[in-house]
């Protein structure tokens, strides 16, 4: 089978998505531009940014495998079977789908990590009596603290993964609170601040149970305004321009 008809097989995309997916691709390259003046000296160099960026992105084409771009609808398909677990309608469905991905791009994080601590959270919506809107504000409100931290991408991805396993288990301790304290220091300093300790305190709240992921998620979003503050004044970085390619990639 042609590579096109089994991505096609696992997840169709009407042709006019795809082209405004590809405009998204293209705008995030020229973010990648802009957090870099090597890069843009480059283009410049070269003749013109366009000229520039039209070989850059053709090179990126040719480096393609077919192994890539399955493992790019593998991860589409991974994200949306996630999803179908938490949400009980097409409505609740496209709803989470579109924030997860809006979330991911804004805070130039991963989009499978991002939407595992979704799912993680989601999974408990009822019992934190959060709504859709709410649990992608819980969402949004850690991935934004984990820029601030200045976490690298892969370093990011991790402390997303444990946090959603702590969200999974009901409380955070252990390895998922250590991946806090080391990863995101900015994440603890919210939680600690929205519970009126100090990050000092929180592994011995850990090791206490006090942690539980009620208490964690009505600190964040005592804290979601100064983080988001906070978050806007943090300049892009290559990497995190790099992951919302990635991104990108992976809707298209």
Known sequence: MEIASLVMSVDARPVKKAGEELSKFTKQADATEKATGRFSKSMRDAGSSGSALNKVLGITAG??????????????????????????????????????????????????????????????????????????????????????????????????????QA??????????????????????????????VTVGQLRALGAEGVLTADSVVKALQSQADAVEKQFLTMTPTVSGALKTLDNSFIQL
């Open 63 to 164: 480096l393609l495998s077919a192994r890539q771009i399955l493992q790019a609808a593998e991860s589409w398909v991974t994200l949306n079977n996630r999803l179908r677990l938490v949400t009980d309608s097409t409505n609740a469905f496209n709803s989470a789908q579109e924030n997860i991905f809006r979330i991911a791009q804004e805070t130039r994080q991963g989009l499978t990590a991002t939407a595992e601590l979704y799912q993680r959270i989601a999974a408990n919506q009822k019992e934190l009596n959060l709504t859709g809107q709410q649990t992608a504000g819980i969402v949004q409100t850690i991935n934004q603290a984990l820029v601030i931290s200045g976490t690298a991408a892969a370093g990011a991805d991790a402390a997303l993964v444990q946090l959603g």
């Open 167 to 196: 969200f999974a288990s009901g409380t955070l301790r252990g390895e998922e609170l250590n991946a806090v304290l080391e990863q995101a220091p900015a994440l603890a300093q919210a939680i600690a601040r929205g519970m009126g």
